[in-house]
């Protein structure tokens, strides 16, 4: 048997050793949700098809999605968890592209912590198989929420920073802005009736339709909406934090201790997300960890702990963490507990062959 086989065997013991439900989602599904949840940008790596209806459709780009699906059609509540071992397809720079990936999910599980330390467990259980030693980043998805819940600023700005999180570029940008809103004047705004009147002229004058596409009221609503967040200024103290918060990144307690200082400092109270991250570095041992407070997953579902594992190459080979939000977002009625993460066998099999 060759060595590319042994692992694939051994991989296999490993996800049936979870005790989870073998899953084994279809390999067409609607494109909807992921359209929804991911957006545009993980939109245009979907294989997509059209149905004679119009409907699009997808070949299966991951599992997470499809197994939340299944468990929340089937009726939430009861604790479940899910492996998996299979292909996907994605577009990738070279074209379409199929490759295996592994993973588990755990939903509704009576313990959060023991779930994420399951999860954890079994990435690095998949990888050691590689003979891969990773280095893990984590992130805290929750203790930023919580700084972000105390930060002193306007409510409507919250929402959007959050938005932008994970995204650095974005993020920054956006940082970038509202200080320089510090300097600029104050400019009234127009009533509402008034700015509807003077818009509803403008279209008449350019022969647009006053009822299809955006209306004057909405159209005027929106300007008035972006006038008031221009000129709700978030203090000049609060974007030294989130700036001074968002560069702290290196060996994970080093991380945590200048949080725990810079909270001392703002008097902000961020024990409970930071005694979170420390209950589950014990289960970590040996690895390389550190602590990345920007890094986030570019999805708003995930909540707690997120992490990425690497390897000599530096490319991502497991990632995964807390999603409690995602079943909200797809119908579920009620908060539900989840964790889950993927490991991507081709990119294993690079790093065997380096």
């Keep these: ?34 359209f929804d949840l991911a957006g545009e940008e993980f939109g245009r790596r979907l294989l997509l098809t059209t149905d004679t209806t119009g409907a699009e459709h997808c070949l299966r780009p991951d599992f997470t999605l499809p197994i939340v699906q299944s468990y929340i059609a089937d009726g939430v509540g009861e604790p479940a968890a899910f492996s998996y071992l299979g292909p996907i397809f994605r577009q990738r720079e070279t074209g379409p592209a199929e ?21 954890l467990t079994f990435a690095r259980a998949a990888l050691s198989i590689f003979g891969v030693a990773p280095t893990i980043r984590l992130g805290g998805v929750g203790l930023f929420e919580a700084l972000l819940v105390q930060a002193d600023m306007p409510d409507p700005w919250r929402s959007r920073i959050r938005q932008r999180f994970g995204h650095t ?14 300097d600029t004047d104050h400019v009234s705004q127009p009533s509402r009736d008034a700015l509807v009147e003077d818009i509803t002229e403008q279209m008449v004058a350019a022969g647009l339709s006053l009822s299809e596409g955006r209306t004057p009221g909405e159209i005027a609503d929106r300007y008035l909406e972006k006038a008031m967040l221009n000129d709700s200024h978030v203090p000049a103290a609060t974007l030294k934090l989130l700036n001074d918060y968002l560069a702290i990144s290196g060996p994970v307690l080093q991380s945590l201790t200048r949080i725990e200082a810079l909270a001392a400092e703002h ?20 690895a390389r960890v550190t602590f990345d407070a920007s890094f986030s997953p570019r999805l708003d579902y995930y909540t707690g702990i997120v992490f990425e ?12 963490g807390q999603y409690d ?3 909200e977002r797809l119908g579920a009625t009620a908060p539900i507990a989840a964790s889950g993460c993927a490991v991507w066998v081709d990119r294993l099999e690079s790093e065997v062959r380096a």
């Design 1 to 34: 048997m060759s060595g590319a086989a042994v692992r694939r065997a051994q991989l296999e013991s490993l996800v049936e050793a979870q005790g989870a439900c073998r899953a084994s989602p279809p390999l067409l599904l609607s494109a909807d949700a992921y």
């Design 99 to 119: 490759f295996d990936q592994a993973g588990i999910e755990l939903l509704a599980q009576t313990d959060g912590d023991v779930a994420l330390d399951q999860v």
């Design 169 to 182: 570029e974005a993020l920054n940008r956006l940082l970038a802005r509202l200080a320089v809103t510090h």
């Design 267 to 286: 008097k902000l109270m961020l024990g409970a997300p930071i005694r979170a991250i420390r209950r589950h570095l014990d289960g970590l041992g040996e």
């Design 309 to 320: 594992m690497t390897g000599a190459n530096d490319e991502i080979l497991a990632s995964g």
């Design 325 to 327: 939000r995602l079943l």
